[in-house]
Structure formats: C-alpha cells, structure tokens
C-alpha cells in the first residue's frame, strides 16, 4: 500500500462531504473517493441533449439542519419559495397551492369552502409535527437499549420537545405518524382535487398508495424544513443544488480533504478484524483505519465487504430492506416555454396532474403486479426558469416525474422499448393537461428506475437509498444492527440517505456517522 | 324507578357479559340490558333453517382470555372448546396446502412444497410464540396516556418502557416491525412459497380494511397468533354448540354470581345529571337509576347516541367522529344435504374439521382488496370456511351439515349502497369461487344466508360491519382506543365507562375490555 490516509470517505454526496470535511477538522489525513467523474451524488446534473442540463432528482436541496448550516459558516443564498408552488391540473380549473397560506385559502374557496377554512389549521399542524422531527433528525435515532448517560439526556431533551408540543400536538403527532395519508386527509379535507394533490406529494419516491398506513409520516418527512403550507419544495438555492456540493467541496478542500473522481471503490480491506483500508477499481489499496461509506447500506455491507467478516443474521437483514424504485424522470429540451393554465408567469413550482387519492392509488396498485402504470400521476417542473444556465437561450428544460413505474417488473425488463413506452404515455397525459407540450420539444431522455440505478448509483433506482416506510425509519433505519452508524467491523461507518435521518436531511448522516467515528 | 342498582351494563355482547359477571362477582347488583332477543352480541348461535344451527357471526375462539375462563370458571358454565384441526388451502393446479394440527405432518406437507419453507416455518412459529409473549402483558394493562401529566399515566408510562426495555433490544425491534409492516413484507423475509406467504398473511387483513400488503397487517396477523385455549398459544377452536355457548357459559356465570339479564330491553339514552351518570332510559320510556352505567357497544354509539354531546368535550368528540369503522368482511352460512368435496383433497375427510382458506396468492389477496378500494365486493373473494357439524354433530340433523364461511372483502361503503340484489350477487360471487375447488357445492346447499357488514350493523348493532368495533390500526391501538386521554375505560362522564372492543385491547371474542374496564370500575367504586 502505497498511500496512507487517516480516513478514506467513498462516495461523493453531501452527506460524504460532510463526514469528510467534519473528519479533517479534527485533524484527520482524509482522503474522498466518488467512483464518478463529478461530486454530487444524487445532486449531480447530467448533459441530456447538446446545451441542455437538468439535476434529474434534485430540483432543491432538501433540509438544511442548523448542524449543517454551522458547519458550512453560512447560510447559502436562496431563491424565494415558488408560487404558485404547486399548479395542480385537472380536466377543470387549474388549483393552486400557493407560497402564502392565506393566498392559497383564498383560492380552495373555489373548490370547497370547507377545504378553504381548514387550509391555514392543517399547515400550522404540519408545520408543528415537522418542527418535532426536525428535533429528532438532529440526533441519532432514539433507541430502546439506551445504555449512556448521553442518550438518556438525549432522551430528555427529546421528551421535552414532545411535550411543548402541547395535549392536542402530542395526540396529533401520535395518531398522525401511523396513519394513512389518504385518512388524514380526508381528516381535514373534502376536494378530490386538494386530497390528490397533497397525495402525489406525500408518496413521492415510495412505493405505497396513499391509503397505505404510514404514508401521513412520509408526507411529513418531505416536509421537515419547508416553509408553513408548502409541500412540494424545500431549499432552492440560487444556482441549484450544485451550489451546495461545490460549497462543500471548496469547504472539504479548505479543511485538507483529498477529492478524487473517476475512483470507484471495489473493497474495505478488513486485517485482523478491524479496517485496513479501501481497494479501487484501478488495482490500488489505500490504507486508512477507518472508512466512512455514503453508498447505500447494500452495497456498502454485502458489496464493498468479503461477506466471512458479516454474521448470517446481518446478511439476512440487510438483503431484505426495501429499495423498490418507483419513479421514471424524463428530461425534456424545450424549444421554448409551454402556456401552463392558471398562471401567466413562467413556472419556478410543481405542475402536478393526480387528480385524485383514487387516482393515484390506482396509479399504485400496478406496482403490485409487477406493472408500470397506465395512468400514473405525474409531476412537471421547468428548472430553466430559475436557472437559465440550464438551457441554450430563450429554451428551456423540463423534469417530468412520472410514479407508479416498478423497478422490478413482473415479465421482462427495463429497455428503451418500455422506456419509450412510459415517456409516450406520460407526454400523451401532459399535453391534455398542458396543451402545446409535446410540439415544442426537441429532445428528451427517459431515466426509468433501472437507468437512475445505473446512472446513479441508486440500488433498484431508489432516491430513498432504502424505501421510507415506518418500519425503516428511526432505530430501524437502515437495519437495527446498523443504525448507530457504525458496523461490526470496527472503522468502518456509513452514512447516506439510507441512514437515519433519511433522504432530504441532507449531510446530517455525514454528520452524526462522523461523530460515530471519532468516538471510536 | 323501583329496584336500585349498582352497575346497569348496555349491551349483552360477551364484553359486556364478562364485565357484568366480574362486578357481580365483586359483590355488585348488576343489570344487563341487551336489545335483541338473544344474549351474546356477534357471539350467537341461532338456528336459521329448521335444524340448522349457525354461529351466525364470529364462529371460531382464540383469543378468549384464558384467566376469564379460569376466573369465571366457564368450563362449569358449559363452555366446551373442540381444537380445529388443520387449515387447508386449495391451489389452482389441483394441489393443495395443508397445516396439520400433528407438526411433523405439516412439516413434511410443507416440505413437499418448499425445503426452505419447512425449516422455516418452526422457527416462525416459535417467534410468532415470543412475539404473542411479550404483547400479552400489554393486552392485560390498562393503557397508560403519554400525553398526560398525571402521575399515575407518567408512572404507568415509566412502566411500560421498563417492561419493553426488559424485552431486550432484538424483541423490541421484531415487535416493531410487526407494528409497521405489511404481513406479506414481513412473511417475505421468512417464506417463500406463495400460497403459503397468502395463507398466513389473510390473518392479517381479517376484519381490516388493508391488503395483506398495507402497511399494519403485520400487526393484526399477530394479533390472531395471540390466540391461546387454555394457555396454549395458536390454538384456535370450535365452541360446542357454537359461538353462542361462549356467551351463554358467560351469562350463566354472571347470573351465578347474581346479575340480572334482560333481554329485548334496548336502550335509549344514558341518563346525566351534572356530569355524572345517573341511570339509563329505555326505548320503552321505562327510567332505570343506577350510579354506574357501562357500554359495551362501540365508541360511535356509546359517546355519539347513548349521551348528547353537550356532556363530552369537543377533543373527544372530534376524535370519536374520526374513529375508523369502515368494516370489510360479510359471512355465509350455509345449510348443506351433504359436505362439500374438494377436488385437491377428493371425499370426505379429517380435513372436514379444520378450515379451509381459499388464498391461493398474495396477488389474489390483492386483487380481492383493489375491488374492495373502489367501492364493490370482491369478485374474487378471500374466504375461510369450516363446517362446525363435523365437529357438533347436533349443529345440523343426521347426515347433514352446516358451513361457515368468513368471506373478505365485502365493503361496508360499497358504491350505490347494499341492496338486497347486490347481497345476493355477493353471495353468488362466494358460492361460484369456492365451487371451483367444490363442484358438487352448489347442488348440496338446502339453505343460504348471508350477511353484509350493513346486515351485521343492523343485528348486532356493529358500527358499519366492523367486527372489531373499530379498526385495528396502529394509530387506533393502546392508548389511541378509541381516543386519547380515554381509553382506559373512563369518560368525561363520571360513573359512565365503556366495556366493549372499541376499547384496548380490541377486538375479538377476548374479553380483554369487559374484563379490564371492570377492574377499573371495581377500582374507582
């Protein structure tokens, strides 16, 4: 081995870069490996046609903890919220979730004036139960074997945070986490429209319907870090979400960090038990005691590892966490902008068509048969709008998520054939909803599940890096055993959205795996 | 207003039998007032053909709990419980799967299907034996409120986290997932054989309204491994003389022990007077006064109809207006010349005694659930039959028999309303699946009743058809049942408390509630 690093990260997201550069602040020889030629990760944009870029699965940067933003020196400049936010369509008049709650009550009054009265109590609720988990994101997940003096204060301090919440916040928070997003909504809303809407938002990325228990948590988690009433978008920055990768890479480089891209990792090199260093794809061993992997939990247990250093019962765990991509992005070149009903200035927000919770519950239910769905629902967003660096001047880009479409399917396989298939159907559904749509596009390129898997590194094309449902979340997130962020071979740790806290809580696993790390 | 009670008791379902019988025994004057004509709530055995007798509602018993039938000594009552044999589950192709009530018979069944399967399915078991363990202190407490200040809820929460701290780590996290996940998920991690995975994974949605892949039927497939006879875990069974005699052996004991049954005395109203109940009022206008007034029906009536809103805070009743009824299963019962024969398992045999499941697939449990999501029956239906005569030969007259079939799903909001045409196509829907295992099925049936859950909301009073009194959610469980800050069988009204399963635990023929809230009573009276 010719080199010698203190810590070697692999992977090059936010949440690696965070555990990089929190390593080499406390004086750690730390080296970056991202098998790609960019950093990013998920935050990375791809050239799709000539002079067209698009970041297929980041249109924000998610959450940003006070953690993160202490440890970036300052808070990056954002874009306003969008608004509308949401431009929801249908056969009828466009609904709009707007960026003010009272703008947007206003607006439902056209739909259901009980809909409108309810508007502003169920955003403040929102806003109230997120608060909660933006408290318990900060920290690694409660567990029920707390054996330190600090997870007991931890414990404390997290109890208190239950009990400002208030009796009716508490019972609320309680209830809520469990249920079906389709019952809370329908706790609180009567419009099919507005239940359909916030539906497709909740169960973004998630292969469940919305009447399915737990979807009410995943909403919620979308919307830890989200301005009051918005449920579609978090952090914009000015610059998109490679403003933060290059602020964290300047910040990494800053702190002494190595970074080198085109350098896939192929093996933790494990000696007498405990980390030795890391293997590349080039042939070369680097010795390092401790690595740090962002990749997720799959590949970083049951790939980068010689299985004899792993228990049976582990192995088993860890095969079984649920990935199940969903979703299919297609990129889009746009000639210029196409009218959107209902606004007259260019979109910065969602274009949403599900008009339904039926609707996108049936969109589901082909997942369950191993089908890509006939009528999925689907999500437009023009990025170019904000960024014009995006697209060649006076054209445009467009992200089109297009759920319910099975990284596994029943009978065959992901090709360009299918994928063509699911972009043909989607454009088909756009232009009903947005008319003059599909003439003005010059090019496009379909990323079904399986190309984001092997585009991006996303086990089954999962943006989740392990699906988000109750029972991989917390303690459970990504398997017990692993959920302190350390593994059983000692230095070696992950971090990543598999890890507590999740997807869109970006580098906060960075964060706490490299606590776990320079506590031993 | 003329004979003084303690304790008047709504409702003579068995909850409110075992509540009646353990305050009787306490030394309480007790009054049950039941409105049909019969005692037992969904726990009746009626004769519904001439000759034909039925457990018309719920028709197997479990998850009775074994210290009510000790405690009330229910065996000299006439309480009778006959072990069921095996379960059977019909395939496609001709074959079949079998448990066996003998282990090493099902374990070589199974294996003739899958090698994996067979080795895991004892482990399974021995799990699912630890799980049902480690719940069942919880199905005895009476649940404490996290949400509360009182010392008594923070001590009874400090409680609970010493005792699930006590289960160790690797119990905690399998009872969460239990909690959390979809049955067929967590059955994945275990099985591999379809109809084996769809078998165990229909405890899972019995009487919800989720698929065996929503997430929480996990939790309700345990809840029916909770099934104990006699301290036995897993062991279901038939009543002799039919889920009736369950209530029956009840209501003998608590007359026994002094209660006075009245049967066709349905009641109106709970009387209040400044806060406090005061006695109940009849349909028939007749006034009863007693300082107690327990309801066994379920949270919807018991706080919406039996006391004007005014005497409940508005928190509870927003609560209770979005407690989850919204039952999923009917039932057919069947009055047959002779036994249905089964085409993968051919003529008569042992396998008459047990059950059979017809659940040939995950995929199939699916498709019966997506008709259910939008509004009609299932064309298709997942279905668990036994034939009670073979077991209580005088269920049925010489030679003939009685079928019971459970039938998932059957929604209670099915679009345009129950009609009595629409009864029938269901009906017709549940004879013509299972004749495709029985051909000789549909010549055989002398007599055919079935029931909607809108059928069983007008018997038995069961709020939309649910056989649980509400839903078994995770997020309508422990101290959410029926509603927080409530659910340990108290109301905002003083001297009035609910006994029925919209209380924790829930469900099934247990008598958890009845038992548990009657300890509460003996407790603040």
Redesign the interface.
């Known amino acids: 081995m010719a080199r010698t690093f203190d810590s070697i990260i692999v992977g090059g997201d936010p949440d690696a870069l965070v555990a990089a550069i929190r390593l080499a602040q406390r004086g750690s020889r730390v080296l970056l490996v991202e098998a790609n030629a960019e950093l990013g990760g998920a935050f990375r944009e791809i050239e799709f046609a000539p002079g067209f870029r698009a970041a297929p699965l980041a249109h924000d940067v998610g959450h940003l903890s006070l953690d993160i933003i202490g440890l970036l020196g300052a808070r990056p400049e954002a874009q306003p919220v969008s608004d509308p936010a949401v431009i929801s369509l249908s056969h009828d008049a466009p609904l709009l979730l707007r960026s003010s709650i009272a703008e947007t009550a206003a607006g439902l009054s056209a739909f259901s004036q009980y809909d409108s009265q309810n508007w502003p109590a169920f955003a403040e609720r929102m806003t109230q139960l997120a608060g909660f988990l933006a408290e318990l994101y900060r920290m690694p997940a409660p567990r029920i074997d707390f054996d330190t003096a600090k997870e007991v204060i931890g414990l404390a301090g997290l109890g208190r945070k239950f009990r400002a919440l208030g009796r009716t916040g508490m019972i609320e928070l309680l209830r809520t986490l469990p249920m079906a997003l389709g019952d809370l909504l329908d706790d609180w809303f009567e419009s099919d429209r507005l239940k359909g809407t916030l539906a497709a938002l909740g169960v973004m990325d998630v292969c469940q319907g919305p009447i399915a228990g737990g979807t009410a948590y995943t909403l919620l988690h979308r919307h830890v870090g989200a301005a009051p009433g918005v449920f579609s978008e978090r952090l914009r920055l000015v610059g998109g979400p490679a403003t933060l990768v290059s602020m964290l890479a300047d910040k990494a480089r800053a702190a002494g960090v190595t970074i080198e891209t085109n350098a896939a990792a192929t093996r933790v090199i494990v000696r007498e038990g405990r980390v030795a260093g890391l293997a590349l794809a080039s042939g070369e061993e680097i010795a390092a005691r401790t690595v740090v992997s962002s990749l997720d939990p799959y590949r970083s247990l049951l790939e980068l590892l010689d299985p004899v250093h792993l228990d049976p019962e582990l192995m088993h765990a860890v095969r079984h966490i649920r990935f199940r991509g969903v979703a299919t992005k297609i990129l889009v070149a746009l000639d210029a902008l196409p009218p959107v009903p209902g606004v007259s200035a260019p979109p910065t927000g969602a274009v949403l068509i599900a008009p339904s919770v039926r609707h996108v519950e049936r969109a589901y239910d082909a997942t369950k048969y191993g089908r890509g769905s006939e009528e999925p629902f689907i999500e437009v967003r023009f990025p170019s709008v904000a960024e014009p660096r995006l697209a060649p001047a006076g054209k445009h880009v467009a992200v089109v998520h297009v759920q319910f479409t099975p990284y596994t399917l029943r009978e065959g396989r992901w090709d360009r054939i299918r994928e063509k298939i699911i972009a043909d159907r989607a454009f088909a559904i756009i232009e009903r909803h947005v008319p003059g749509f599909t003439a003005r596009v010059s090019a496009r390129a379909v990323l079904s599940p399986a190309t984001l898997a092997a585009r991006f590194g996303l086990r089954e094309g999962a943006l989740s890096q392990g699906e988000l449902m109750l029972d991989q979340i917390l303690f459970m997130r990504p398997v017990p055993q692993l959920s302190r962020y350390a593994t059983p071979i000692p230095g070696y740790f992950l971090c990543g959205a598999g890890m507590h806290p999740g997807p869109g809580i970006v580098g906060q696993s960075g964060l706490l795996a490299s606590r776990a790390a320079l506590a031993g | 207003m003329t004979q003084a009670w303690d304790v008047i008791v709504i409702g003579g379902g068995h909850n409110g039998l075992v509540n009646a019988a353990y305050l009787a025994r306490a030394g309480k004057k007790v009054l049950v007032l039941e409105r049909r004509h019969i005692l037992g709530g969904a726990a009746v055995s009626e004769q519904i053909f001439p000759g034909f007798t039925f457990s018309v509602f719920s028709y197997v018993v479990s998850l009775l709990r074994p210290e009510i039938i000790r405690e009330l000594e229910l065996p000299k009552h006439g309480l009778h419980i006959l072990p069921l044999e095996s379960t059977v589950t019909p395939l496609p192709n001709g074959d079949y799967l079998a448990a066996w009530g003998d282990s090493d018979l099902t374990r070589r069944e199974i294996y003739r299907h899958s090698p994996h399967d067979a080795d895991a399915y004892a482990e399974f078991g021995r799990l699912m034996y630890h799980m049902a363990r480690a719940v069942k202190p919880l199905l005895g407490m009476i649940p404490p409120d996290?949400?509360a200040l009182g010392i008594g809820d923070l001590r009874g929460m400090l409680r609970l986290g010493g005792y699930?701290?006590s289960?160790?780590?690797?119990r905690?996290?399998q009872l969460?997932?239990l909690m959390?996940?979809?049955s067929a998920?967590y059955l994945?991690?275990w099985f591999e054989f379809g109809p084996l995975k769809a078998t165990k994974s229909a405890s899972g949605i019995i009487g919800t309204f989720?698929g065996p892949?929503?997430?929480?039927s996990a939790y309700v497939l345990l809840h029916h491994y909770m099934g104990e006879i006699d301290g036995a875990f897993r062991a279901w069974g038939f009543c002799k003389g039919g889920n009736g005699t369950v209530s029956q052996a009840i209501a003998s004991a608590a007359r026994a022990f002094g209660a006075t049954l009245r049967t066709e005395a349905p009641v109106k109203q709970v009387l209040v007077k400044n806060g406090r109940a005061s006695g109940v009022v009849l349909e028939s206008g007749e006034e009863i006064a007693a300082p107690v007034v327990v309801s066994g029906l379920d949270a919807r009536r018991t706080y919406l109809e039996l006391v004007e809103s005014k005497e409940l805070p508005d928190?509870l009743l927003t609560?209770v207006r979005?407690f989850?009824f919204r039952g999923s299963s009917g039932k057919v019962n069947l009055a047959l010349a002779e036994l249905p024969d089964f085409t993968c398992l051919p003529g008569i045999g042992p396998w008459h005694k047990g059950a059979f499941s017809i659940s040939p697939s995950v995929?199939y449990l699916?498709r019966a659930y997506?008709d259910a999501?939008?509004g009609s029956f299932s064309r298709k239906p997942y279905m668990d039959i036994v034939f009670p005569s073979m077991i209580d030969p005088n269920m049925a007259p010489p030679g003939q028999h009685v079928a019971s079939i459970f039938v998932q799903y059957a929604p209670y909001q099915i679009d345009g309303g129950w009609t009595d045409a629409k009864r029938e196509a269901f009906g017709d829907a549940v004879i013509d699946t299972l004749s495709e295992y029985a051909p000789n099925l549909k010549s055989a049936i002398i007599g055919r009743q079935v029931l909607t859950p809108a059928d069983i909301e007008r018997t038995v009073g069961l709020s939309e058809g649910n056989i649980f009194q509400g839903e078994l959610?995770?997020?309508q469980l422990f101290?959410?049942r029926p509603a927080?800050?409530w659910a340990s069988y108290r109301t905002p009204i003083r001297g009035y408390y609910q006994c029925g399963s919209s209380s924790h635990p829930g469900g099934g023929v247990m008598g958890a509630a009845g038992r548990l809230a009657a300890l509460r009573i003996l407790a603040d009276h």
């Not at chain 2, 289960?167 to 690797?170: H, V």
């Not at chain 2, 892949?213 to 929480?216: E, N």
């Open positions: 996290p949400t699930l701290r289960l160790g780590a690797e905690f996290q969460y997932k959390t996940m979809s998920d994945d991690e989720m892949r929503s997430p929480g928190e609560q979005r989850r995929d699916e997506d999501k939008y959610a995770l997020q101290f959410l927080a800050r």
